[in-house]
DNA sequence: TTATATAATGAACAATGATTCATTTAACAT
DNA sequence: ATGTTAAATGAATCATTGTTCATTATATAA
């Protein structure tokens, strides 16, 4: 019972990614989504508070599974510049393979001001696992160490989603992933190399 | 008479810029942009079409103003180095003068997939801008021959907008152009340093 | 002053779409 | 079969707001 209630509830966010990729927020409609997922409008209400709290759920869902990932894949590196450009790829590769909620993060989530408390800020995890990305290089000598760190870190999360966005905008036509690898270089060289 | 005209355009899109930025677009409602300018509610549908052509005419006006100044302060550069500092130096504080503008680029613009017939793409022209930049700093021998441009510009643009976005979340407290300079070194030298 | 044209007003209208709830359908136990 | 509970339905409700337009105010000219 509570297995097939959650079945439901992922099949109404399933389809309400899809729509709030489509359409935005806003212009979105519950009747929509409805059909999306094949039920009646009045069954979101059973399982959803209101249209904002789909909204919600979804993000959270999505960013706990995400970020589980970059994680881990940040865990398996053996050194700052390994840990990073997996942290890259990583995003990168996840981003291409759900594009509902690649399009969903990159506008809904920057669109929102109210919702810091409500939602799991991926942003702010983000952050963290650069931090200690940025510390760790700088200890190994292979990062400077007269870097603004803060500054450094918005840098890097910044350019990755302009590289997201770019992606998203165009469609998602080429392949978004194979992007990690001449990003990092950029990360680590900048545009005089070496 | 035009000029009188002209006035009260500028006015009702200064208070629409300033409810925009509180509220976003689609919370935002006429009747508060009417109180916040001053005027009736139907006052400005004599010089307005509908609500969104407000949005299109505040961001329209701003993109002209912001991206001739822009283009302007490339030119002075001598270098292609000067001439990207610059570029980021105008962009954050033109920026930080404006801050209703900053949100409404920052979210907006970002936000509405429709629109790009109707509306000047500042994202465009700013790409364009940093295509000569890097092609020059290239010839000059000062950027490096194996960049991949497309991905080069959209990193630089990206990085400035995510510390812009930083910017406005965090209430425009600080000075954000004084980011400048350690986000071109960053650009330039990359996290490694030389 | 009076007539005319222009500009501004804001209450009323109409459309939209989120939400509710009386009713129906399905699941399941006895 | 039959009664009982749980789940799903979708038409009706209700609030919100963009937009209109009959009316009023203001400016201008004769």
């Known amino acids: ?14 389809g309400a990614g899809a729509v709030f990729a489509r359409y935005g927020f806003y ?10 997922a094949g039920v009646a409008d009045g069954t979101i209400y059973l399982y959803f508070k ?15 599974f995400v970020f589980e ?19 890259i790829k990583c995003h990168l590769r996840e981003f291409q393979t759900d594009r509902n909620m690649a ?3 990159q506008s809904e989530v ?3 001001r109210d919702i810091e408390s409500q939602i799991k800020d991926i942003s702010k995890m983000y952050l963290d696992l650069l931090s200690d990305i940025i510390e760790q290089g700088q ?9 603004f760190v803060g500054l450094a870190k918005r840098f890097i999360l910044g350019a990755v989603e302009g590289v997201i ?26 545009l005089k190399g070496r």
């Open 1 to 14: 019972m509570q297995n097939n209630k959650e079945k439901k509830c992922y099949t109404i966010l399933k």
């Open 27 to 36: 212009k979105a409609t519950i009747s929509q989504i409805a059909a999306e």
């Open 50 to 64: 209101n249209k904002e709290d789909i909204l919600y759920q979804f993000i959270n869902y999505k960013t706990e």
């Open 69 to 87: 990932r970059m994680r881990k894949s940040v865990e398996e590196g053996s050194n700052a510049e390994e840990k990073l450009r997996n942290l």
């Open 103 to 105: 399009v969903i993060f």
């Open 110 to 112: 920057r669109y929102r």
């Open 139 to 147: 200890i190994e000598g292979e990062m400077r160490h007269d870097l």
């Open 165 to 190: 966005n770019t992606w998203v905008a165009a469609d998602g036509k080429y392949d978004l992933a194979a992007m990690a690898d001449p990003l990092v270089d950029l990360y680590l060289n900048g």
